[in-house]
């Protein structure tokens, strides 16, 4: 990795040419066809563990287990065999264990010069499962109105019927039956409005202190569960206000606790059940396909026993409950109304930890 001092000046000379990859979540470097770098991104600076006036002019290659793969690659870019090429790799970091990395060697309209980008294999799994998060929210959102509004017609004709129908019947026991009917119509009536609910209402938009959303959940929560359950705040009170509809966040933080609390019954009954709201801020985040300079990062987590392995991947679809009776609509509802704000919810649980993380791009 050693650098000559022509190549550190030449490398210096480019910062100002190459500023606007400092923007960039991911790893980039501008090398030349013979492997010395002209410049790295604050990014792989901060990846690499070292420093960018140490990467500059020295040899890019070097910096991989298997080196021999972007100097090939560079060979094949000089002999314009490609426009980009890919592949995997480790990348090697100072005083870390090596990283499983993808590759993307790109030429540029600059003889000489080529871009290559490092993306580490976790980050591109976790954009992939935030792009798959938002294709099926889209699709459950377009399924449950459709689906509501199918069930809706029928369903006020049944009560109906079974209402001029108890009118006609004198026996006492046939007008229990039609009690039924009328009774478990009313129950998907309820269903059906639930469903409807977030495209019905207008998104109201203003102010709102994150920590004033998390309070009125936490006084909501202990009303519920006054004994057996600790509230842990851990609040950055240096987060500003975003812009977003206050009762819907209120409604999607609360549905998450409501789902924990429901998880932790065993651990109140036993009076050591735990229920935490951190909050912190984001810096140079990419989700939903976008990428913000600032977000909102909110974890609901608790000590429970973990979201069931066989519908960890299906915990955001409607009528999904992991418990008996449930609804299966509290964490759909959530998603829709956070993904209103142009945000996202992920979920990482184990047995004995369950971290819900609210992504929403503040101004």
């Known amino acids: ?154 369903l006020g004709g049944i009560r109906g019927a079974a209402q001029l129908l108890e009118m006609e019947v004198e026996s006492r026991g046939l007008k229990e039956y039609t009690q039924v009917i009328i009774h478990e119509a009313d129950r998907l009536q309820t269903l059906v409005d639930r469903l409807l609910a977030p495209h019905r209402r207008p998104h109201l938009v203003g102010d709102v202190n994150i920590h004033e959303v998390c309070e009125r959940v936490r006084s909501l929560v202990l009303a519920e569960f006054p004994k057996g359950l600790r509230v842990v705040r851990d609040y950055d009170t240096s987060i500003p206000v975003l812009r977003g509809d206050r009762e819907h966040l209120i409604q999607s933080v609360l549905n998450i606790a409501q789902n924990a609390c429901q998880a932790l019954t065993e651990r109140i009954a036993q009076g050591d059940a735990c229920l935490s709201f951190c909050t912190r801020v984001a810096r140079q985040v990419t989700f939903g396909k976008q990428r913000y300079r600032l977000a909102l990062e909110l974890h609901v987590i608790d000590n429970g026993p973990g979201i069931p392995e066989s519908i960890r991947d299906s915990i955001f679809y409607p009528l999904v409950s992991g418990r008996e009776g449930g609804s299966g609509l509290g964490l759909t509802l959530a998603q829709t109304f956070v993904q209103q704000h142009q945000g996202l919810i992920e979920c990482e649980s184990v047995s004995g930890r369950t971290d819900f993380r609210i992504l929403i791009p503040l101004p």
């Open 1 to 154: 990795m050693k650098k000559s001092a022509a190549a550190a000046k030449a490398a210096s000379s480019s910062n100002g040419q190459f500023q606007s990859f400092d923007l960039l979540a991911t790893l980039v470097a501008v090398v030349r066809d013979d492997g010395s770098v002209l410049f790295a991104n604050a990014t792989l600076e901060d990846a690499l563990g070292t420093s960018r006036r140490s990467i500059e002019g020295s040899v890019f290659p070097d910096y991989f287990t298997e080196p021999h793969l972007l100097i090939s690659a560079l060979q094949g870019a000089r002999g314009n065999e490609f426009a980009a090429l890919r592949y995997d790799t480790w990348l090697k970091r100072q005083g870390q264990e090596a990283m499983p990395v993808h590759v993307i060697v790109t030429q540029t309209d600059v003889i000489g010069q080529i871009i290559v980008e490092v993306l580490p294999l976790e980050q591109q799994t976790r954009q992939d499962r935030e792009e798959r998060l938002a294709d099926q929210a889209q699709a459950n959102k377009e399924l449950i109105r459709n689906l509501a509004h199918e069930i809706k017609n029928p």
